[in-house]
Each structure stands twice: as C-alpha cells, then as structure tokens.
C-alpha cells in the first residue's frame, strides 16, 4: 500500500509542522509487515506517538523554503476477513439500555462513541430518517446491516460536492456526498438512537479478485464506520459499497470522526495562498 501526497505552493515556505495518521492499525485481523514513511524534502524532525485510541501518529518538521512537499507512507499488510456477528444477536434497544447503564469496561470504554462530536453534532434529522431501520425489539446487527444498505441506495456517490466538515444533515438533505459524509451520516443517526458508533479510515484493495466488482473508493482514501456490539465487539459495514468490511480493506486509523484522523494536518508559514493538492493511493495484493 503506498500514499502518496503533494502539496505544490505558489510561493516558498518557510516552514511547516505536520501530523499524520499513515501506519495501518494492528488488530485481531490486521497485521501491519513493514511501514515507511518519507517526505521531501527530509524533515528537519519526527516522532511517533499512540494518540487517545490507540493510533499512530507520526509528526515531523521540514524547514525551507520549499515550493512542494511530498509525504509518502509505504506499508505492507496481511489481512483476514473478520468474524461475522449473530444477526440475530440483542436488539438495539437492549444495546442502547446496556451502553447507559453497564459497567463493565469494554462498555464504558465504547460509551465515549455516544456522544455527538466536532463533526458529527447532534442530528435530530437522522433520527427521524434512520428510525424505519430500527423498529423496536429488531437485532442490531439486522438493523444496522438495513441502515448501511439503505445509505447505499438512497445517496449518491458524487465527488466533489462535499468536503470533509460538511455537516451529516446537509448529506441527509442533498442525498449525496463520498465515502467520509456517508460514514459521518450513519455515525449520526446511530448515536441518535444512543447506539454507540465510530469512524475508521483505511483503504481499499484496488484490483479485486478476478470475476468481482471494482469497489467505489479504491485509489484514494476510504472511510466507514463501526458499531459497537455486545459480545461481538466492533462490526465495520461500509455504506460506499453496501458491505461488511473484509479482507480487502486496510484499517489505518479509528475516532469519533473525520477530524480525529485526518491522514495528513499540519501548520504551513508561507506557500501564499491555498495550495495545489494532489493525493495518489495505490493497494494491490501481493502473492505469498
């Protein structure tokens, strides 16, 4: 897997300060091989650190002046599909009841994807749009799998007429957006119903098996979202192509939402005015 980004400035800058969350994520059924990162020109400074969920986020300075910086993250995965959870499992409700009032750890540590976030405030409007999904007494894992293909065939998939902070209830209202607005949508209107859910950044598998369908994201950055189910733990579902997240997609990061795992951030002193940005993924399989 290689992501590459550039930035081209209309003047030198002098300076920047950067973050980025880049290295895939290890987990039950990822393993992250090899990784490296890279920028140029070289950075005058990095570390790496584990943010509040556990990402790796690596910073680093460049001094200039420079006219164009590019970030490269090379990483070699081995994926495997996750298990599947009982679709017959608790109802959302019992879920709902069980995240205000449990205390066992796990419960507690997922009850912080309840609440309303920077970027995925309080969205009466998703409430009422998600609420034909989840009829009371229905199976979570049921309900949630409805919602996801409910997104996927309600909303259209049209680059360009959003950006990363548009808000979920502005997507409810156009029927349209990209991969992050429709996770944010479905993060929203979980949480509405006290359900707790967070957003997962990754990537997909550009070339798919032979005879499968190309998924809609690959070559670029890819994002879903996770809901939290009792003695199954996370279930991914992304809405961009109406699936349960398998081995074709790589987990870099996890948050409340967009803003807590951006893949690159940072501070630029100089570069005139807003830049010329280009982002290229590429994530092919390799034989074994």
């Known amino acids: 897997m290689r992501h590459r980004t550039t930035y ?3 003047a030198p800058v002098e300076r920047c300060r950067n973050e980025v969350h880049l290295r895939p994520r290890d987990t039950p059924n990822q393993v992250c091989l090899e990784h490296e990162f890279r920028s140029d020109p070289l950075p005058a400074s990095w570390s790496e650190r584990l943010d509040h969920f556990g990402n790796t986020v690596t910073g680093f300075a460049v001094d200039g002046p420079f006219d164009i910086l590019e970030v490269i993250a090379t990483s070699v995965v081995e994926t495997s599909a996750p298990p599947a959870p009982d679709p017959l499992g608790p109802s959302w409700n019992e879920v709902r009841d069980l995240l205000a009032t449990d205390l066992n ?11 309303s976030s920077p970027l995925v405030p309080e969205t009466p409007a998703a409430f009422g749009w998600a609420a034909s999904s989840f009829p009371a007494g229905r199976p979570l894992v049921e309900a949630v799998t409805d919602l996801n293909m409910r997104i996927h065939s309600e909303f259209d998939y049209v680059p360009g007429t959003t950006s990363v902070s548009t808000p979920p209830a ?5 029927r349209s957006g990209v991969c992050q607005d429709f996770a944010h949508l479905a993060i929203a209107a979980l949480r509405s119903l006290g359900l707790a859910a967070r957003y997962v950044s990754g990537y997909l598998e550009t070339n798919p098996p032979p005879g499968a369908p190309r998924l809609v994201g690959a ?25 349960p997240t398998g081995e074709h997609h790589v987990t870099t990061a996890w948050g409340r939402d967009y803003g807590d795992v951006p893949p690159v951030k ?9 830049p010329e940005l280009a982002v290229a993924v590429d994530v092919e399989p390799i034989s074994t």
């Open 8 to 10: 081209r400035y209309g």
């Open 266 to 274: 940072g501070i630029v002193f100089g570069g005139g005015s807003q």
């Open 219 to 243: 070559d670029a950055s890819h994002a879903w979202f996770s809901v939290f189910v009792p003695g199954h733990g996370w279930f991914d579902l992304d809405p961009t192509n109406n699936v």
């Open 170 to 174: 502005e997507v409810l209202e156009h």
């Open 105 to 115: 750890p796990e419960v507690i540590e997922a009850r912080e994807f309840c609440f």
